[in-house]
């Protein structure tokens, strides 16, 4: 997986994340959109055979949008986490 930077001005950034999925997308997208400083997010995904989906973010005021990626995929890794020693506590059963 490879992340390409393809705007960054101000209080937008827009990033392509080649060898992702929409999976991966929708879930970064849902925390971006809890966090109040964001003003939108949102991803695309330019061709169905091609897995480069880009996501924009645009902050609120002077908020970083880097810091609002990070914050959002650190929370995507913290689910991920959950779900897995849930899957192991379910499994040992």
């Not at 960054?8 to 849902?30: A, P, R, T």
């Not at 061709?47 to 995929?73: F, N, Q, T, W």
């Not at 897995?84 to 499994?91: D, Q, T």
Request: aromatic share 8%; proline share 4%.
């Amino acid at each position: 997986m490879k992340v390409n930077v393809l705007k960054k001005e101000g209080n937008e950034f827009k990033i392509e994340i080649e060898g992702s999925s929409y999976g991966l997308c929708n879930l970064i997208q849902k925390y971006l959109l809890e966090d109040k400083q964001v003003d939108f997010a949102g991803y695309d995904v330019p061709h169905p055979l091609a897995s480069s989906p880009i996501i924009y973010v645009r902050m609120k005021g002077k908020a970083k949008p880097e810091a609002a990626i990070l914050d959002a995929v650190g929370k995507v890794r913290e689910a991920n986490d959950a779900f897995g020693r849930e899957l192991n506590r379910v499994f040992k059963d």
